[in-house]
């Protein structure tokens, strides 16, 4: 059974850092690109940041600089460290595991809030 769990959510002020965990479970996790997408209440979800499976990263042109992807195969986890937190970051994040080479395969967490608030 495929899992994606994130973790490490929460309320934090401005100025503020957290750092997200996804833990996958289910699926070859090395062979995925893992990304991370947030969604504020009447917006679409976004990308955040991805991660290939050599390392390559990608980021949103707005949050180069304050957040960083990273992944341990070994632990078949994906961490998104997020620094300098502004209010406007206030959303749902969500892990995503997507097998690029035939078959395709996307897979999806639930999600984690994080609300940055004084």
């Not at 996804?22 to 679409?44: D, H, K």
């Not at 949103?60 to 961490?79: C, E, M, P, Q, W």
């Not at 209010?87 to 892990?95: F, N, S």
């Not at 395969?105 to 608030?117: A, C, D, K, N």
Request: with cysteine; glycine share 10%.
């Amino acid at each position: 059974q495929v899992q994606l769990v994130e973790s490490g959510g929460g309320l934090v002020q401005p100025g503020g850092s957290l750092r997200l965990s996804c833990t996958a479970s289910g699926f070859t996790f090395s062979m995925y690109v893992m990304s991370w997408y947030r969604q504020a209440p009447g917006t679409e979800r976004e990308l955040v940041a991805s991660l290939n499976t050599g390392s390559s990263t990608n980021y949103a042109d707005s949050l180069k600089g304050r957040f960083t992807i990273s992944r341990d195969d070994a632990k078949n986890t994906v961490y998104l460290q997020m620094n300098s937190l502004k209010p406007e970051d206030t959303a749902v994040y969500y892990c995503r595991a997507d097998r690029q080479s035939f078959p395709r395969r996307i897979y999806w967490g639930v999600g984690t809030q994080v609300t940055v608030s004084s």
